[in-house]
């Protein structure tokens, strides 16, 4: 298999991956949002850890760099966690992924003022159909609806704190992406910890499998997915990141019978293609 061909495959199961951790965080609502966020991320720093300690191949890199923005963005990294299953378990996993989808072009606009990076027509176009894509997922007369508002919010917190976190990922120049995704996840259980105190933690075997597959899938997508980004050209691996929510979607209508309704798809469309617009240049 050629090396653009085995990078291809590695970031479709990455986004494969991701989604099937969103629909286990459906799946375990009822053990509390933040209860599963906090044992996703000490799962998946558990995981890539546990890659460290087997493998010669892979070095872990001292954390000694950029110690302050490397708390901040740890820090990020879990509250964008909870948000993430906060907004799928509020309102549907259509419109909450799709919402989350917008972290392309705000990567794309945070790149502007951390990396330096250009403002071009494309750019201010994308954003301009991203939120028009948003209008179709809320009209004003849906959107302030409480559940509706909660899962909006926390849907795009996502997008625009994943963005910046996806931009600063790049200013990291001592850290490989591997040993940068395990300090980050590590570094966000202290700041997750004391949201435990506000849900009783039922632990059940159910549960148990439950987070431990999620940490498990969270742990494989980073590495498959930082690991196909080095082999594809940026075009191609701009449109296979959006994958994710692609696969949520089909996932959560055959499992939970949501099937998106004509303006969830309208607007998916628009925001996707506004992704697109803004990853590919």
């Not at 050629?2 to 990078?7: I, Q, R």
């Not at 558990?46 to 890659?51: Q, R, T």
């Not at 506000?198 to 549960?207: C, G, T």
Request: no cysteine; net charge positive; glycine share 8%.
């Amino acid at each position: 298999m050629k090396k653009e061909s085995f990078g291809i495959v590695q970031i479709v199961l990455a986004e494969f991956f991701i989604a099937v951790v969103y629909i286990m965080a459906r799946v375990g609502r009822d053990f509390g949002n933040y209860n599963l966020a906090f044992f996703r991320i000490f799962l998946a720093a558990f995981f890539v850890g546990l890659l460290f300690f087997v493998s010669r191949k892979y070095h872990l890199a001292p954390l000694r760099y950029q110690i302050g923005k490397l708390i901040f963005f740890g820090a990020i990294h879990g509250f964008i966690i909870i948000a993430a299953f906060i907004s799928l378990n509020t309102i549907s996993i259509a419109s909450s992924v799709l919402l989350q989808s917008t972290i392309a072009l705000f990567t794309a606009i945070f790149s502007i003022f951390l990396l330096k990076e250009r403002l071009t027509i494309r750019v201010l176009i994308a954003i301009v159909i991203s939120f028009v894509g948003m209008f179709f997922l809320f009209t004003p007369q849906t959107f302030f609806l409480r559940e509706n508002m909660i899962g909006g919010a926390t849907g795009l917190f996502v997008g625009v704190f994943g963005g910046l976190v996806y931009a600063m990922s790049k200013t990291f120049k001592k850290y490989d992406k591997i040993s940068l995704t395990f300090w980050q996840n590590l570094i966000a259980l202290p700041f997750i910890l004391p949201l435990l105190f506000l849900e009783p933690i039922v632990f059940s075997l159910n549960n148990s499998v439950l987070v431990v597959f999620m940490g498990v899938f969270a742990a494989l997508s980073f590495i498959f997915l930082y690991k196909g980004l080095g082999k594809v050209k940026g075009t191609k691996a701009s449109v296979l990141t959006l994958l994710y929510a692609v696969f949520s979607i089909l996932i959560a209508a055959v499992l939970f019978k949501e099937l998106p309704m004509l303006k969830e798809v309208i607007g998916g469309v628009l925001i996707l293609f506004a992704a697109y617009l803004s990853t590919s240049q």
